[in-house]
DNA sequence: TAGATTGTTAATCGATTAACAATC
DNA sequence: TAGATTGTTAATCGATTAACAATC
């Protein structure tokens, strides 16, 4: 038995930046990386990066940084990026297609093994590698697979049923594009990524500005 | 000139999912609403729905609750959906059509006047009644439009040239969806929607249960 | 060794939660 | 009025930033 690796949420958020800025430096060939540049590269305060990686790792060198290679094998491990996830995609319209055949997310250890939707035209339809099967199969099928993540794209509406479904079938994660909050058992994680809040925060802070710029004259 | 109204980050991004319960008490014709029915319709302790609100507007009435319609109306007018926000999209791929024809945006007061791609079979073509159009033009389309936003849905790589372009042209605000820290002026305000962030964070919390249930054994 | 940079403690800052008098 | 719920202050909690002895 292990350490309880305990990681704080900010924390967490900001790992997937440190990971990228750490491929690029590789790429230059480089070898070791200091909490100083780290924070050019990503905009977070060099105190703030040893802090970060001091939560899972201590294997800093003083005066010469951190091993890009070692970190990358850590966070690779501590992000799940080595062995694959299952998801399914539920709702196969734009977004839904857009993940279905988002380039990256192979690399980072995603791979989607079926995508769902209840409009007759759209089943059977081939989506790059992923087919799109009848909605009304999404519990039987993701039981079979064993698949422990599903992707919700589908309106607000429709969405705490497929929730329903996709536990019913045992899924342990769930990724809500949906704007609603989803009511599920403790033991399940959901991620909410609604869209429109980045899109009110900009929208915000722009209508702000543009308020100053009239006070000023 | 009026009051300086500041408003905490996380406090702001809260502010949609207020905003989305009101909408649904609202078709229900309910009248007012309390902070403790908004914590179990969003999630939020009722403490803290208090707190928000109050840091732009003292209207609830103790014994009542809030009005819904004032709410809503204030709501509105801070995060800026009244007035519409013109916004352009660079890369016209799988999320930059999925973005260009997102139904929810318009209500949001998102107008998206042009998508842009360099890639020759894409540029002419139109999505919904976004036409796509060559990227050379983005600076002096974007200045004659007078467009306040650009939505980023290149490749990484690409990405900084697009939002150096999409600033000449004059915008203010960037929406970006590509994995990279963007070097903008000061006065640019920036909002990062990196996907691989949340996929990593769902992909780590199931590595991590999934090394607890076995440790149990 | 001298210089650089870590790991970690202490100081600051800000956000969340609890409590309650004010008031509709 | 009595009951309910606000607005706001105080207490707690957690995250960020600063500082520096330890060490490669």
Redesign the pocket.
């Known amino acids: 038995m292990g350490e309880p690796i305990k990681i ?4 967490l958020e ?1 790992l997937p930046s440190y990971y990228q800025a750490l491929v690029r430096l590789k790429k230059e060939d480089r070898q070791y ?6 924070e050019e590269l990503t905009g ?11 939560q899972f ?10 091993s890009i290679d070692e970190l990358i094998r850590v966070l690779e491990d501590l992000l799940g990026m080595k062995r694959p996830t299952d998801a399914v995609v539920v709702g196969a319209g734009r977004l839904g297609t857009a993940l279905c055949s988002y380039p990256g997310f192979a690399a980072l250890g995603l791979r989607i093994v079926a995508a769902f939707d209840n409009e007759a035209s759209r089943i059977g339809q081939q989506i790059g590698d992923v087919v799109v099967v009848d909605a009304c199969k999404i519990t039987s099928l993701v039981r079979r697979l064993g698949v422990q993540l599903g992707i919700i794209t589908v309106p607000a509406p429709a969405a705490q049923g497929i929730a329903d479904q996709l536990i019913a079938g045992g899924v342990r994660a769930l990724w809500n594009f949906a704007p609603i909050k989803l009511v599920v058992p403790d033991d399940i994680i959901v991620r909410n990524e609604d869209l429109a809040v980045g899109l009110l925060t900009l929208s915000h802070h722009l209508t702000r500005s543009e308020q100053e710029i009239s006070a000023q004259k």
């Open positions: 704080a949420k900010p924390t900001r990386v200091s909490s100083r540049e780290l977070w305060d060099s105190s703030q990066v040893r802090k970060d990686f001091n790792w201590s294997g800093g060198r003083p005066g010469r940084g951190y």
